[in-house]
């Protein structure tokens, strides 16, 4: 067992097969997690196992600076049918902290200008440049600041049910404060660029209103700032649509990717416009092994099962089931204080008899669940969030089988028997 990390599970996983993990001794469980939000397609969907196979007999490693490979046209072309035409250039890595790293260094570079505004609750990753922008809880920060210079905060407007106040109202002094932030501290002539998680993740799995999202797009252009949205957890399907950007009707400079992209081989990137990707000197950015053949192999076939197995829609449509489901249980379990998401992207939220984050009551559900065999995760600040994030794949039985250990975990840990 692993020394370093907590685990969220005991599970000695030996194989996947859809939405079903299977243990060393054979047990089956339901990953009501696509271990974060990266197996979209399914554990082991056999299409990509076989262009996993194929490709391994023909090329492991080419590394990209010595060598031309045709995948990455095939890979970019696939993605480019999936995009806006203005995002029509590619840099691919492995991790999702990687890409948000190259996105932190081509603003830098492009501009000329050291700043980075980021949002209150967002998660960018673990390595230095990308924790600098990761303000979801304080344990990812701690004992590593002070973190990388130029970096400001600006405030989300999420858990609106804590405040009395209206989404709108929250939005708009969010978007004040924004103003405020370039008019107090970083100003347009320092600050590179925005980053935000369109929904967040770890920050709690919060979708902000339309008007929001368009107020920054606003607030960017007006003051020759690029935006980059990171999608990392909520693209490819993940939300109801290829990427959640789709939502809020706002495009991006700069498009984050990774997790769902190659089910579960590690493949990560950036997307802007050729203009912007061509100020990045030749040689400034770069690496050993992104991306890798079999990585990009995976990442073809994703693609490809995505459209044809019809995945991105199936995600709304199961997302709509299991929200409507989960409210239905919010109604019957007052500590149950909100149900939000998008697609296959559903936070439900715990709150405490006092009124405060509901940490105790989602771990103890979590906890139940598993004893069920059923694999959930939480997120939020407090942990207080749990979160649903199944296989696209995911058919209705199998969430109303989700839902029924669910229930029993609800009724057991909020001793309703
Ligand atoms: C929105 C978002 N950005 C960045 C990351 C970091 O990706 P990785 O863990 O692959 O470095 C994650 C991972 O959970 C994420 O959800």
């Known amino acids: 067992m692993s020394q370093v990390w907590p685990l969220f599970t005991n599970i000695d996983v030996d194989y996947g097969e859809n939405i079903h993990l299977y243990d060393r001794t ?11 939000g990266v197996t979209n397609t399914g554990h082991c969907h056999p299409r990509i196992v076989n262009a996993i196979k194929v490709q391994s007999e023909k090329l492991l490693h080419g590394q990209t600076t010595i060598l031309y490979n045709s995948m ?23 991790s999702g902290s990687e890409a948000v790293e190259s996105a932190i260094k081509l603003v830098r570079h492009a501009t000329g200008k050291p700043n980075i505004i980021c949002f209150q609750g967002g998660y960018h ?48 002094q969010c978007l004040e404060e924004l103003k405020h932030l370039l008019n107090t501290q970083s100003s347009p002539s320092e600050t590179a660029a925005m980053i935000i998680e369109p929904v967040l993740g770890e920050g709690g799995y919060i979708s902000p209103s339309e008007s929001f999202i368009k107020g920054i797009r606003e607030i960017c252009d007006k003051h020759d700032i690029l935006l980059i949205f990171d999608e990392i957890q909520t693209g490819f399907g993940r939300t109801g649509k290829y990427f959640a950007f789709e939502h809020f009707g706002v495009i991006p400079d700069i498009l984050v990717i990774a997790k769902g992209i190659a089910s579960g081989l590690p493949l990560s990137g950036i997307v802007a416009n050729k203009k912007l990707m061509d100020k990045w000197i030749p040689g400034s950015h770069g690496g050993t092994y992104g991306p890798n053949p079999l990585s990009m192999a995976a990442a073809i076939e994703t693609l490809k099962v995505l459209e044809e197995e019809d995945l991105i829609n199936n995600s709304m449509h199961m997302g709509n089931y299991l929200l409507a489901e989960l409210q239905k249980l919010k109604n019957e ?54 979160r649903w994030i199944p296989p696209l794949t995911i058919e209705k039985s199998e969430i109303d089988k989700a839902l029924t250990i669910f229930d029993s975990a609800l009724k057991n840990s909020l001793e309703r028997e």
């Not at 296959?344 to 008899?353: N, R, S, T």
């Open 333 to 386: 379990y007052p500590e149950i204080v909100d149900v939000r998401g998008k697609g296959l992207m559903i936070g439900c939220e715990f709150v405490a008899e006092n009124g405060d984050p509901g940490t105790f009551i989602a771990e103890k559900v979590r906890k139940s669940c598993l004893s069920k065999g059923l694999i959930l995760l939480t997120c939020g600040p407090y942990n207080q969030v749990i």
């Open 26 to 36: 054979g047990k089956k469980f339901i990953d009501f997690t696509s271990g974060i």
């Open 125 to 172: 990753g673990r390595s230095i440049g990308a924790l600098s922008l990761t303000t979801a809880k304080s344990v990812y920060r701690s004992g590593y600041q002070p973190l990388m210079p130029g970096v400001f905060v600006s405030p989300h407007p999420y858990f609106k049910q804590y405040t009395e106040e209206d989404n709108e109202k929250r939005t708009r």
């Open 72 to 94: 990455l046209d095939e890979l970019s072309h696939s993605l480019q049918k999936v995009l806006p035409e203005k995002l029509n250039c590619f840099f691919f890595s492995n």
